[in-house]
């Protein structure tokens, strides 16, 4: 179908199971709801996830739950507003939940930085050194 066709028709469709209904509607407003989404993710957590990933998460909750027959929507103003509100709502929980003490991103970061400046911040004493060739020799013996 073209993209002249009315969200009606393809909201019906989509009602009706036809899963080339929730294709159209994917590739209709996807890219603007990935732009909405990286607006309120953090540079911080572009490791973890982006826009794409909130925006999948959205189409499966909007597909689930317009089958369930939980949404009565007329008009494209309606459904956008409805997917950009459900997108907005899924990236702050998302930024909260991989900023969250345990998860945070930012942490994990400047942890793996922080670490491995100090691996390098010195030479190993002569018992560290000890220690690394013993393990190097259990690892060699029990490949064997």
């Known amino acids: 179908m073209s993209e002249s066709e009315p969200i009606s028709t393809l909201v019906q469709r989509l009602h009706d199971g036809d899963p080339q209904a929730a294709n159209l509607l994917f590739e209709r407003y996807a ?3 990935a732009r909405a989404a990286e607006q309120h993710l953090t540079r911080k957590l572009a490791d973890r996830l982006d826009g794409e990933d909130v925006v999948q998460s959205v189409f499966r909750t909007f597909c689930r739950r317009h089958a369930a027959g939980e949404f009565r929507l007329d008009s494209t103003a309606q459904l956008w507003r409805l997917l950009l509100q459900i997108t907005l709502r899924k990236a702050r929980y998302q930024a909260r939940f991989h900023l969250a003490a345990r998860r945070d991103a930012a942490v994990e ?9 100090e691996a390098v911040a010195h030479e190993p004493d002569p018992a560290e050194a000890a220690a690394l060739v013993d393990q190097i020799d259990a690892d060699r013996w029990n490949r064997v």
Not at 109 to 117: E, F, K, R, S, V
């Open 109 to 117: 970061a400047a942890g793996d930085d922080l670490a491995l400046a």
């Open 31 to 33: 890219r603007r709801l």
